[in-house]
């Protein structure tokens, strides 16, 4: 049996399996990230792409790794300093390629990938052991069941993308996250949907070689980072959102307020500006009434009655809600866990153990976006695994005891 089972091998699954093997009894061989993918991070990855996105938003220390300068380390010693973007009022963020070649140097030299056993967990149940206590069985898609007696879900925002009504059915009408879309397929013309960071970096990337209409919804508004950076600290968290009961309405509301969602760093901005003034981008306001297929192309009709068309349409529309997930659902019905409101998963702000129905702690814990209830507007960004890993790595060797020492 294992002691821990990671479910979701992304940035967070991958950072948390460090600190689990440094801050806890944990051998590696009681550890394991359960993850659809061929690699570790691959989701991230595959989204970058997609996007064509070249820099991170957030600050070089800001890493899959756990010591805070390894990245800053790593540029330094393969002279790779000038991918340490400066930007203005914000420390210096790393390039893609340096990011992920960072990632790629601490998964190999941590030798996580043979902590990853791909498959996707199907459901999670309790086996009950006499009087000794309980473990937790999880279902994979390639039916060969694991047992852990801890488990984290590190699942990201669940791979669920919102995508609108109208676009139902309509063939040339993609998610940028789709499998299926592929940035550098061609077209004449592009209508990319969706008003934040995303739908801003793929518009500006595509009228370099094509002819493209960014339509948003809302006015395009800018912010340097997904959420005030006093969110990274604990006892900010705690003063503003632990003051509401656990899973409550009250803490969505401070989340939302909180967050700043849809929005596109200054930088970013600028250079979409500065691209629609040529003939290649135009930014539109509006909002799609309903789409059809017109000659091989996708036409929209907006609801102030304009209408445009393009030979496809790409949505930036982000993420369904992870709280609403039918998986976390599933696993909320067969472990007996508490959600809150809209689905929200009821945590022990100390450990973020997923609270049973009937108040005490579960072995069930939960790190990312889904953890957002406990751990605030920042959960889900890389420095929120370092935030999350802090309160599960505490609960986790509590229960099996400190680390061995080194020889
Ligand atoms: C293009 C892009 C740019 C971003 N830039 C930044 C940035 O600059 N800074 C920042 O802080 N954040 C950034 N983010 C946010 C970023 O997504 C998160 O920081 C990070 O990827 C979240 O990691 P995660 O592990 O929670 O989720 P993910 O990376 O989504 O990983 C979750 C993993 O769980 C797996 N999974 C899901 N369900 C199951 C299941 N049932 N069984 C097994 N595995 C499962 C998925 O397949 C996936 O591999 C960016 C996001 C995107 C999309």
């Known amino acids: 049996m294992l002691e821990c089972a990671i479910v979701g091998g992304g940035i967070h699954g991958t950072y948390l399996a460090q600190r689990l093997l440094e801050e806890t009894a944990i051998e590696r061989s009681a550890l394991r990230i359960v993850d659809p993918h061929a690699q570790l991070l691959e989701s991230f990855r595959r989204k970058a792409r997609a996007c064509e996105m070249s820099s991170?938003?957030?600050?070089?220390?800001?890493?899959?790794?756990?010591?805070?300068?390894?990245?800053?380390?790593?540029?330094?010693?393969?002279?790779?300093?000038?991918?340490?973007?400066?930007?203005?009022?914000?420390?210096?963020?790393?390039?893609?390629?340096?990011?992920?070649?960072?990632?790629d140097h601490v998964i190999e030299r941590r030798g996580l990938e043979s902590l990853h056993?791909?498959?996707?967990?199907?459901?999670?149940?309790?086996?009950?052991?006499?009087?000794?206590?309980?473990?937790?069985?999880?279902?994979?898609?390639?039916?060969?069941?694991?047992?852990?007696?801890?488990?984290?879900?590190?699942i990201g925002h669940g791979g669920r993308y919102r995508r609108p009504a109208w676009a139902d059915g309509v063939e040339g009408i993609d998610h940028v996250w789709d499998e299926a879309f592929d940035p550098a397929a061609t077209a004449d013309e592009t209508i990319v949907v969706g008003g934040g960071i995303t739908a801003a970096q793929l518009a500006t990337d595509l009228c370099e070689r094509e002819t493209v209409t960014l339509l948003s919804r809302e006015e395009l508004t800018t912010a340097t980072v997904e959420a005030d950076p006093r969110w990274i600290n604990w006892n900010h968290v705690e003063r503003q959102l632990h003051r509401h009961p656990p899973g409550s309405r009250r803490r969505l509301e401070v989340l939302q307020a909180a967050q700043n969602r849809g929005t596109i760093p200054p930088r970013l901005l600028e250079t979409l500006e500065s691209a629609a003034n040529g003939d290649a981008l135009s930014i539109r306001r509006g909002e799609v009434r309903s789409a059809r297929g017109v000659d091989g192309r996708v036409r929209l009709l907006?609801?102030?009655?304009?209408?445009?068309?393009?030979?496809?349409v790409v949505l930036a529309t982000g993420f369904e809600p992870v709280f609403e997930h039918p998986f976390v659902g599933h696993v909320a019905d067969s472990c007996g866990l508490e959600?809150?409101?809209?689905?929200?998963?009821?945590?022990?702000?100390?450990?973020?153990?997923?609270?049973?129905?009937?108040?005490?702690?579960s072995p069930v814990h939960v790190t990312g976006?889904?953890?957002?209830?406990?751990?605030?507007?920042?959960?889900?960004?890389?420095?929120?695994?370092?935030?999350?890993?802090?309160?599960?790595?505490?609960?986790?060797?509590?229960?099996?005891?400190?680390?061995?020492?080194?020889?």
Do not use: K
């Open 56 to 103: 991170l938003r957030s600050t070089f220390v800001h890493h899959v790794g756990t010591e805070p300068f390894g990245l800053e380390d790593f540029a330094e010693a393969r002279n790779r300093e000038d991918e340490l973007l400066p930007t203005r009022a914000y420390p210096r963020r790393p390039s893609l390629s340096l990011f992920l070649d960072y990632a």
């Open 117 to 154: 056993r791909q498959a996707a967990v199907e459901s999670i149940g309790r086996e009950t052991h006499g009087r000794s206590g309980e473990s937790l069985v999880l279902e994979t898609d390639d039916g060969d069941a694991l047992e852990s007696r801890a488990v984290v879900l590190a």
């Open 302 to 312: 907006l609801e102030t009655g304009g209408c445009l068309s393009a030979d496809r």
């Open 339 to 361: 959600r809150g409101y809209r689905g929200m998963p009821v945590l022990e702000d100390e450990t973020l153990a997923w609270r049973r129905t009937g108040g005490e702690a």
């Open 369 to 407: 976006a889904l953890a957002a209830g406990t751990a605030g507007p920042l959960a889900g960004t890389v420095i929120g695994a370092r935030r999350a890993a802090d309160r599960i790595c505490h609960s986790i060797a509590v229960d099996t005891g400190p680390p061995m020492a080194a020889d």
